[in-house]
Nanobody
Framework: QVQVTESGGGLVQTGGSQRVSCTAS????????VAWFRQAPGTEREFVAA????????RYGDSVKGRFTISRDNPKNLVYLQMNSLKVEDTAIYYC???????????????WGQGTQVTVSS
């Protein structure tokens, strides 16, 4: 499986926007279904969003629908998570995960990054 790396986390104010990125160690990132998960201290890991390896289908967790957008740029080997209207409760470590030819509806991913911290201040 592929190695994935997140970037773009940081500190943002409530109501603001932040974009995190996921890149991969393969030139064929386009054949991987990619997802974002997040985990805040003391909580279970939460599914945030996923984008299919075909690039045309996306899925979102209920808590981020309408605020977050996942997209991909296959020639650049990148998947983005654009986060708008951020809330304090969005504070978490955001993880990128990928599976080759994975199902969009799966919550099981074979490759995981180290995560990037996103902190939303009030």
């Amino acid at each position: 499986q592929v190695q994935v790396t997140e970037s773009g986390g940081g500190l943002v104010q409530t109501g603001g926007s932040q974009r995190v990125s996921c890149t991969a160690s393969t030139i064929n990132f386009g054949i991987y279904t990619v997802a974002w998960f997040r985990q805040a201290p003391g909580t279970e890991r939460e599914f945030v969003a996923a984008i299919s390896w075909k690039g045309g289908a996306t899925r979102y967790g209920d808590s981020v629908k309408g605020r977050f957008t996942i997209s991909r740029d296959n020639p650049k080997n990148l998947v983005y998570l654009q986060m708008n209207s951020l809330k304090v409760e969005d504070t978490a470590i955001y993880y990128c995960a990928a599976t080759r030819y994975g199902s969009l509806n799966s919550l099981t991913y074979l490759s995981w990054g180290q995560g990037t911290q996103v902190t939303v201040s009030s």
